[in-house]
């Protein structure tokens, strides 16, 4: 049993907060908190260019494709730390899409979007789900037919998050009317560009922008549906495995809870320091406890990763785990702070700039989002225990 | 990092599991309850001939000198297959007399069985050594304790009991025979398996002192906290197992309760409780192990993981239904020790205290 950083670990670690230092100010912090995802701003990009510089941008890639080909536990160590900085995190384009297209694209496909992913040429909106299609993904509707060397696309996406700035949509799409609802989706990359594309905004609780895609006719090269046909169910479990990996960090919750922790050290309410206060204590307390066993959900996972393992259970616990203690963070946050709590993140005066409210509003998210938190129970339970399902 | 156990300490678990799944059932552990010993003899002597109880005592001493991460990995074991507490409590106080000083001519009798310790810590006014009475006094060879112990594991069954004691401004402890005059004990019948008892010293002569500072007090302390985690984890794998089992095999309404949403989520909350608490657990045993200063991350796996113990078995309960709550079943013993081991070294309130000073103060 060793629960220590191996010394490359613990340097690697090092050499993040280093470039951590060097490359994130509260400038870049500031434009990242009040931008949301409209977009990314300059010093983001300033930020991900430096990323790309140092050659971090394909940290986890396997070094054949001009990644690093760090550890899955490497690359945890890496997410925890931009995320504990409060620095833009690395898009999904590069944590989750490509390596899905490492391991089921064909060698045209690999030679054509990675060079270009690694390059920040090529940015992803992640099209999964519809208004019929949201945790039952084998629902969906949209589909493509062949016409000659193309696939004709029509339909609907929702929660198209990002899709106002990117390059590219990776859809997913009933290629096999005929086959069962499992093994008629394939994925598909659709330019933004293309004809027949529409963007509607939706604007959501924690004032952060989504989208309504809409297909209308959209004609796509026949060679842009990644790997096989009918396969596409399996690869977008893929991607949403490479996603978990990320949203299973507690980084944000210990950035949010540090501040939080940072404003009950100096604030004095009613002619009282506020940590003297025993039930702040206590809750400041359960939850430094709960982030502890959180990171250690997460790190476990990475480490199974590098086992060789693919470690859904284990994932689907840190997400779980993670996702709902970011909601105790952000509601002990709000009461804590009392009446300050309510502040908009706009308002001049607002305590922890206003994050533990805006907080508040998109915890509910980390539950549902990336595969809700029932879905990730049944996993653990099916995969983790062996659990029947009939 | 490497959190599992390495090749030999696994195959040491399997041969404890095999040992006790043969050795200990439900209806021997009722019927060593009204035994005086609390366990079976036979069993008492096959555990000592393994070297169980010596594992991690020096060489010299008779034991096995192994680190405190392969009797941790022991002891998860021994509490997953339900070994008598007694037995359990054997363990934890050899260890606690080998830390305090590592040639004490009592170790090879503990070694081998021939003899059993207690360790007397506790007493009725708290748990705070600073506020113990119990003192030594007498001149030089003819030393005496004088004082009340409280909640003394093992108190009657044991031979020897390790007495802390203040002498003059400094801690010490003292070895008493538990025979010798004016030593009484005072049997309580309490839950946990683990046969405590209040205990009387009335000018009890000495065997030995042992010249101790609070600092070595506080590792004897850290090292069965440490324990305790590894009894718990034990405790918890055993109960997320039986209860998985169970789920998987009960039929109700035609089909097995497993195939139940709400009852197949309440099993993935107790494997995610299990899986965070054992890691929260071993990196606490490791870092001991290995000398680490008592750190943040130790009083939030003190404070973590003896509830997650106790909500892991409240689940498997009540899961279970009607065929958990009778005595004969191998849960309510679990869930006994689940709230024992957290009453006695890992209670919630001040490791959260600790926690909250670490943070805020």
Same mark, same amino acid.
């Given at each position: 049993?060793?629960?220590?950083?191996?010394?490359?670990?613990?340097?690697?670690?090092?050499?993040?907060?280093?470039?951590?230092?060097?490359?994130?100010?509260?400038?870049?912090?500031?434009?990242?908190?009040?931008?949301?995802?409209?977009?990314?701003?300059?010093?983001?990009?300033?930020?991900?260019?430096?990323?790309?510089?140092?050659?971090?941008?394909?940290?986890?890639? *396997?070094?054949?494709?001009?990644?690093?080909?760090?550890?899955?536990?490497?690359?945890?160590?890496?997410?925890?730390?931009?995320?504990?900085?409060?620095?833009?995190?690395?898009?999904?384009?590069?944590?989750?899409?490509? *390596?899905?297209?490492?391991?089921?694209?064909?060698?045209?496909?690999?030679?054509?979007?990675? *060079?270009?992913?690694?390059?920040?040429?090529?940015?992803?909106?992640?099209?999964?789900?519809? *208004?019929?299609?949201?945790?039952?993904?084998?629902?969906?509707?949209?589909?493509?037919?062949?016409?000659?060397?193309?696939?004709?696309?029509?339909?609907?996406?929702?929660?198209?998050?990002?899709?106002?700035?990117?390059?590219?949509?990776?859809?997913?799409?009933?290629?096999?009317?005929?086959?069962?609802?499992?093994?008629?989706?394939?994925?598909?990359?659709?330019?933004?560009?293309?004809?027949?594309?529409?963007?509607?905004?939706?604007?959501?609780?924690?004032?952060?922008?989504?989208?309504?895609?809409?297909?209308?006719?959209?004609?796509?090269?026949?060679?842009?549906?990644?790997?096989?046909?009918?396969?596409?169910?399996?690869?977008?479990?893929?991607?949403?495995?490479?996603?978990?990996?990320?949203?299973?960090?507690?980084?944000?919750?210990?950035?949010?809870?540090?501040?939080?922790?940072?404003?009950?050290?100096?604030?004095?309410?009613?002619?009282?320091?506020?940590?003297?206060?025993?039930?702040?204590?206590?809750?400041?307390?359960?939850?430094?406890?709960?982030?502890?066993?959180?990171?250690?959900?997460?790190?476990?996972?990475?480490?199974?990763?590098?086992?060789?393992?693919?470690?859904?259970?284990?994932?689907?616990?840190?997400?779980?785990?993670?996702?709902?203690?970011?909601?105790?963070?952000?509601?002990?946050?709000?009461?804590?702070?009392?009446?300050?709590?309510?502040?908009?993140?706009?308002?001049?005066?607002?305590?922890?700039?206003?994050?533990?409210?805006?907080?508040?509003?998109?915890?509910?998210?980390?539950?549902?989002?990336?595969?809700?938190?029932?879905?990730?129970?049944?996993?653990?339970?099916?995969?983790?225990?062996?659990?029947?399902?009939? | 990092? %490497?959190?599992?156990?390495?090749?030999?300490?696994?195959?040491?678990?399997?041969?404890?599991?095999?040992?006790?799944?043969?050795? #200990?059932?439900?209806?021997?552990? +009722?019927?060593?309850?009204?035994?005086?010993?609390?366990?079976?003899?036979?069993?008492?002597?096959?555990?000592?001939?393994?070297?169980?109880?010596?594992?991690? +005592?020096?060489?010299?001493?008779?034991?096995?000198?192994?680190?405190?991460?392969?009797?941790?990995?022991?002891?998860?074991?021994?509490? %997953?297959?339900?070994?008598?507490?007694?037995?359990?409590?054997?363990?934890?106080?050899?260890?606690?007399?080998?830390?305090?000083?590592?040639?004490?001519?009592?170790?090879?009798?503990?070694?081998?069985?021939?003899?059993?310790?207690?360790?007397?810590?506790?007493?009725?006014?708290?748990?705070?050594?600073?506020?113990?009475?119990?003192?030594?006094?007498?001149?030089?060879?003819?030393?005496? #304790?004088?004082?009340?112990?409280?909640? #003394?594991?093992?108190?009657?069954?044991?031979?020897?009991?390790?007495?802390?004691?203040?002498?003059?401004?400094?801690?010490?402890?003292?070895?008493?025979?538990?025979?010798?005059?004016?030593?009484?004990?005072?049997?309580?019948?309490?839950?946990?398996?683990? %046969?405590?008892?209040?205990?009387?010293?009335?000018?009890?002569?000495?065997?030995?002192?042992?010249?101790?500072?609070?600092?070595? +007090?506080?590792?004897?302390?850290?090292?069965?906290?440490?324990?305790?985690?590894?009894?718990?984890?034990?405790?918890?794998?055993?109960?997320?197992? !039986?209860?998985?089992?169970?789920?998987?095999? %009960?039929?109700?309404?035609?089909?097995?309760?497993?195939?139940?949403?709400?009852?197949?989520?309440?099993?993935?909350? !107790?494997?995610?409780?299990?899986?965070?608490?054992?890691?929260?657990?071993?990196?606490?045993?490791?870092?001991?192990?290995?000398?680490?200063?008592?750190?943040?991350?130790?009083?939030?796996?003190?404070?973590?993981?003896?509830?997650?113990?106790?909500?892991?078995?409240?689940?498997?309960?009540? +899961?279970?239904?009607?065929?958990?709550?009778?005595?004969?079943?191998?849960?309510?013993?679990?869930?006994?020790?689940?709230?024992?081991?957290?009453?006695?070294?890992?209670?919630?309130?001040?490791?959260?205290?600790?926690?909250?000073?670490?943070?805020?103060?």
């Amino acid at each position: 049993m060793d629960y220590e950083l191996s010394p490359a670990e613990a340097a690697w670690r090092d050499e993040v907060r280093g470039f951590i230092r060097r490359n994130v100010d509260p400038g870049l912090a500031s434009e990242t908190r009040l931008k949301g995802n409209e977009g990314r701003g300059p010093l983001a990009l300033r930020f991900h260019r430096a990323l790309r510089d140092a050659g971090w941008w394909g940290i986890a890639w *396997p070094k054949e494709y001009g990644g690093l080909g760090k550890s899955a536990v490497e690359q945890w160590i890496f997410i925890d730390e931009i995320e504990s900085a409060g620095a833009p995190m690395l898009p999904l384009t590069v944590t989750s899409v490509a *390596p899905t297209i490492m391991r089921v694209g064909d060698e045209q496909q690999k030679r054509e979007w990675l *060079p270009r992913i690694n390059e920040g040429g090529i940015d992803f909106a992640l099209g999964y789900s519809e *208004p019929e299609a949201g945790t039952d993904m084998a629902s969906i509707r949209t589909h493509a037919v062949l016409d000659g060397d193309e696939w004709v696309v029509n339909g609907q996406k929702m929660w198209n998050t990002m899709a106002h700035s990117a390059t590219h949509n990776w859809l997913a799409v009933r290629t096999e009317p005929d086959a069962p609802r499992h093994k008629g989706l394939s994925m598909m990359i659709v330019p933004m560009d293309a004809p027949g594309v529409t963007v509607q905004p939706i604007w959501v609780w924690p004032g952060l922008r989504t989208n309504a895609l809409f297909l209308d006719n959209v004609r796509v090269p026949r060679s842009n549906l990644i790997g096989e046909r009918g396969a596409g169910f399996y690869y977008a479990a893929m991607a949403l495995n490479f996603e978990r990996l990320a949203i299973g960090s507690v980084g944000m919750g210990r950035r949010m809870f540090r501040n939080l922790v940072r404003l009950v050290r100096e604030r004095v309410v009613d002619g009282r320091p506020l940590k003297d206060e025993p039930w702040v204590r206590e809750r400041i307390a359960r939850l430094a406890a709960d982030l502890e066993a959180g990171r250690m959900l997460g790190l476990e996972t990475a480490w199974a990763i590098d086992q060789g393992r693919m470690p859904a259970a284990e994932s689907s616990m840190a997400k779980v785990f993670v996702s709902e203690l970011v909601q105790r963070i952000a509601d002990a946050g709000c009461e804590i702070l009392g009446l300050d709590g309510q502040l908009h993140p706009e308002e001049p005066t607002a305590l922890v700039e206003g994050r533990m409210q805006w907080l508040y509003r998109l915890a509910p998210m980390l539950a549902f989002g990336g595969g809700t938190n029932e879905v990730q129970r049944d996993i653990i339970g099916f995969l983790g225990y062996g659990l029947p399902r009939k | 990092m %490497r959190p599992e156990p390495t090749g030999e300490q696994r195959e040491l678990q399997e041969a404890v599991r095999g040992l006790l799944s043969r050795e #200990v059932d439900p209806d021997r552990l +009722l019927r060593w309850e009204n035994e005086p010993a609390a366990c079976d003899p036979v069993l008492a002597r096959t555990v000592a001939e393994l070297g169980w109880i010596g594992l991690g +005592l020096p060489t010299a001493s008779g034991g096995g000198g192994a680190d405190l991460s392969d009797v941790a990995c022991l002891v998860e074991e021994c509490a %997953r297959g339900l070994l008598p507490r007694p037995l359990l409590g054997a363990i934890r106080s050899a260890d606690a007399l080998a830390t305090l000083d590592p040639a004490d001519p009592l170790l090879p009798d503990l070694a081998s069985g021939r003899g059993r310790l207690a360790l007397a810590l506790d007493e009725p006014g708290g748990r705070d050594p600073r506020g113990w009475k119990t003192a030594l006094s007498g001149p030089r060879g003819a030393r005496v #304790v004088d004082g009340e112990k409280a909640y #003394v594991p093992d108190a009657e069954g044991s031979d020897v009991h390790l007495v802390a004691a203040r002498d003059g401004g400094s801690t010490a402890f003292a070895l008493v025979d538990r025979r010798t005059p004016g030593v009484s004990v005072q049997a309580l019948r309490g839950f946990g398996g683990d %046969r405590q008892g209040h205990v009387g010293y009335r000018a009890a002569a000495v065997l030995r002192e042992i010249a101790a500072t609070d600092e070595a +007090l506080a590792r004897v302390q850290r090292r069965q906290a440490a324990l305790a985690l590894a009894e718990m984890t034990g405790g918890m794998a055993a109960v997320l197992e !039986m209860t998985v089992e169970y789920v998987k095999m %009960r039929e109700q309404f035609g089909q097995k309760i497993a195939v139940f949403q709400a009852v197949r989520h309440q099993v993935a909350d !107790m494997g995610t409780t299990f899986t965070a608490a054992r890691h929260l657990a071993w990196q606490t045993i490791t870092r001991i192990a290995a000398g680490a200063p008592r750190d943040v991350e130790e009083a939030s796996a003190i404070a973590w993981v003896g509830q997650a113990f106790k909500r892991v078995c409240w689940t498997a309960h009540h +899961l279970h239904g009607g065929a958990g709550f009778v005595v004969e079943h191998r849960l309510r013993f679990h869930g006994e020790r689940a709230q024992s081991l957290c009453i006695r070294w890992a209670p919630e309130a001040p490791a959260l205290r600790e926690i909250a000073a670490a943070l805020l103060d």
